[in-house]
């Protein structure tokens, strides 16, 4: 009758460890969590702030809806093209003589003004001013 209450005992005594290596290891997660959760809520009202403070010379706000990936902004940066420079006629031949180029797009954070570019290495060669947008960019290509 002894050994069975030993044997009892030790699965109670494992079984209290387990929970208790649990319990710290759930508490070790939370305070990752609320640390998470806090430097999400300071970057997010740091956002709000800039946005709310990036009016232009005429003291309107611009807002830019969506990102930069998305094709509402794609359509929105052709048309600003063909208005700017007239028509484009682009043909077949256009698109198969590309090879491998792309455009690199940055912001010139001085100015605020969108950079398409050929040259893949500007923001190296003046760095203070300009922004370049995520390299693993593989929609458009």
């Known amino acids: 009758m002894l050994t069975l ?3 009892i005992f030790c699965f109670l005594l494992v079984g209290v460890l387990l929970v208790g290596r649990s319990w ?5 997660i939370e305070k ?3 640390f998470v959760a806090k430097e ?3 970057l997010s009202s740091k956002m709000r702030n800039t946005k709310n403070l990036s009016e232009t010379s005429s003291g ?5 809806e969506g990102d930069i990936d998305s094709p509402a902004v794609l359509g929105s940066m052709i048309t600003l093209l063909v208005k700017k420079k007239g028509p484009i006629r682009l043909s077949l031949d256009d698109f198969s003589g590309m090879g491998d180029e792309y455009v690199s797009v940055y ?10 570019s050929l040259n893949h ?3 190296d060669e003046t ?8 390299s693993d960019d593989s929609t458009y290509h």
Do not use: C
Request: no cysteine.
């Open 24 to 28: 710290y290891l759930n508490s070790v």
């Open 60 to 64: 309107r706000i611009e807002e830019t």
């Open 32 to 34: 990752q969590n609320k």
């Open 5 to 7: 209450n030993f044997i």
């Open 121 to 123: 290495t500007l923001a």
């Open 127 to 134: 760095p203070l001013g300009l922004f370049k947008f995520a």
């Open 107 to 116: 912001l010139d954070v001085a100015t605020n003004e969108l950079i398409l």
């Open 40 to 42: 999400l809520q300071s």
